[in-house]
């Protein structure tokens, strides 16, 4: 089960974020949403274990 988090990121992060989710979900016919390119991003930065 996912939290809500509220954060302030740079207005280009927003963009690229909003980019890159509708990009993902045309390419693969799936949603992708910006919360899910975050997930992915922390996961990987910090190298988390997914349960």
């Known amino acids: 089960q996912r939290r809500t988090?509220?954060?302030?990121?740079d207005p280009a992060l927003d963009l690229f974020l909003k980019?890159?989710?509708f990009r993902r979900t045309m390419a693969s016919?799936?949603?992708v949403s910006e919360s899910d390119l975050i997930e992915?991003?922390?996961?990987?930065h910090?190298?988390?274990q997914e349960k």
């Open 5 to 9: 988090k509220s954060i302030r990121i």
């Open 19 to 21: 980019e890159e989710a």
């Open 29 to 31: 016919g799936k949603r």
């Open 40 to 44: 992915e991003a922390l996961v990987g």
């Open 46 to 48: 910090f190298r988390i």
